[in-house]
């Protein structure tokens, strides 16, 4: 398995760069980040990671303050995809489903 950080917004130059990073766990199975590599994706004392096993990869990704803030407006360009839109389907199908 490769141990792979992510940062919280990746540019497409980011995602072509690659440094590979050696940490050893320890016997309570916990790791060391290397000082550059919290410098540089800002990762402090008691800052929250999220863990993805995916595909044979482990992908260690920080959690920012807000979560759910950083979510806010990832979906906006996609076509036909507005909250509006979203709800107003959302009820015609809760309608169809009361009206069996």
Sequence with gaps: ???????????????????PVKVRVSSKGQIVLPAEIRKKY??????????????????????????????????????GLSSEALLRERRAERDRDEAR
């Design 1 to 19: 398995m490769r141990l792979t950080i992510e940062p919280r917004s990746k540019t497409p130059l980011q995602s072509l760069a690659v440094t």
């Design 42 to 79: 800002g990762i402090e004392a008691g800052a929250h990671l999220t863990l993805v096993d995916m595909a044979g990869v482990i992908y260690l990704v920080p959690v920012g303050a807000d979560p759910l803030g950083e979510l806010t407006g990832m979906l906006g360009d996609i076509e």
